[in-house]
């Protein structure tokens, strides 16, 4: 995470030059994620609520140093993330695309936001009052997606998590054709996004996660209510999407950008 922090603020070019390259990568990322016509969508609202949530570490007394209120687990890619799915979403869709939040499962607003993000969820650690809360808004309608944790030790540490809250339901896989994929671009495949450190070393998986996969824990309806995008790191690819110096990135941006705009459109028509 230090390293993703230094590597931001390591370059500073001329301000023209990065606009311009900047202006480039997002018309290059346009190109691959077109705007569906139509307005299908019309009347539907959405906002990126990016949970809040104590750290394992935290509940231990770690005591690691901590630089600002970007520097924890769950503010990973923020604000750019949030920032850049949002103005998507708002250019290619009907759907009325609210500022970004930071919330907590706590906060008496969420209930008015349906899709929920969490990052690293390996690093989750749902206090006793949250769980019945979140188990509450997932079963009322609401979505969950976790993204960005890596290998068997990530997903063990994210399942334990969730069987606190749903001790009796199973977590399935998500594979073509099931609709999700094909609730507005159409994906044969669920795309492995690599980190930007992952590319940087010609790979696209970290930490032994050499597998993508789409998993989920579905409500009595057969709604995915929970949505894991494991093995994969959908944050960083749009995080980095306007990112003129990685041009070679850009394949990986529009992958994110399909799949993650096809899970909030999938959550907020079932």
């Known amino acids: 995470m230090v390293r993703r922090r230094l590597m931001r603020w390591a370059r500073l070019p001329m301000v023209c030059g990065l606009a311009v390259a900047m202006w480039m990568a997002a018309e290059a990322v346009e190109a691959q994620i077109p705007a569906m016509p139509g307005d299908r969508l019309a009347g539907l609202q959405w906002t990126f609520a990016r949970v809040k949530y104590t750290a394992s570490y935290e509940r231990l007394g770690a005591g690691r140093p901590r630089m600002s209120f970007w520097d924890d687990p769950w503010a990973i890619d923020a604000p750019a993330a949030e920032q850049n799915l949002s103005r998507r979403i708002r250019s290619v869709t009907a759907i009325q695309v609210g500022e970004p939040v930071v919330i907590e499962l706590t906060d008496e607003r969420l209930w008015q936001f349906p899709w929920l993000y969490l990052v690293e969820p390996s690093n989750l650690d749902l206090q006793p009052n949250e769980i019945p809360i979140l188990r509450e808004f997932l079963l009322r309608?609401?979505?969950?997606?976790?993204?960005?944790?890596?290998?068997?030790?990530?997903?063990?540490?994210?399942?334990?998590?969730?069987?606190?809250?749903?001790?009796?339901?199973?977590?399935?896989?998500?594979?073509?054709?099931?609709?999700?994929?094909?609730?507005?671009?159409?994906?044969?495949?669920?795309?492995?996004?690599?980190?930007?450190?992952?590319?940087?070393?010609?790979?696209?998986?970290?930490?032994?996660?050499?597998?993508?996969?789409?998993?989920?824990?579905?409500?009595?309806?057969?709604?995915?209510?929970?949505?894991?995008?494991?093995?994969?790191?959908?944050?960083?690819?749009?995080?980095?999407?306007?990112?003129?110096?990685?041009?070679?990135?850009?394949?990986?941006?529009?992958?994110?950008?399909?799949?993650?705009?096809?899970?909030?459109?999938y959550s907020l028509t079932h």
């Open 141 to 265: 309608g609401g979505t969950l997606t976790f993204d960005d944790f890596h290998g068997p030790y990530e997903w063990e540490l994210t399942v334990q998590q969730m069987a606190r809250v749903f001790p009796d339901r199973e977590i399935v896989e998500l594979t073509p054709p099931h609709p999700i994929f094909s609730s507005f671009y159409q994906l044969d495949r669920y795309p492995q996004i690599p980190g930007l450190g992952s590319f940087f070393s010609g790979r696209t998986w970290e930490k032994g996660g050499f597998q993508a996969h789409l998993r989920a824990i579905l409500d009595d309806d057969g709604r995915p209510m929970v949505l894991f995008n494991w093995n994969t790191d959908m944050g960083d690819g749009v995080e980095w999407s306007n990112a003129e110096e990685y041009p070679g990135y850009l394949r990986w941006t529009a992958l994110s950008y399909q799949m993650l705009i096809n899970e909030v459109v």
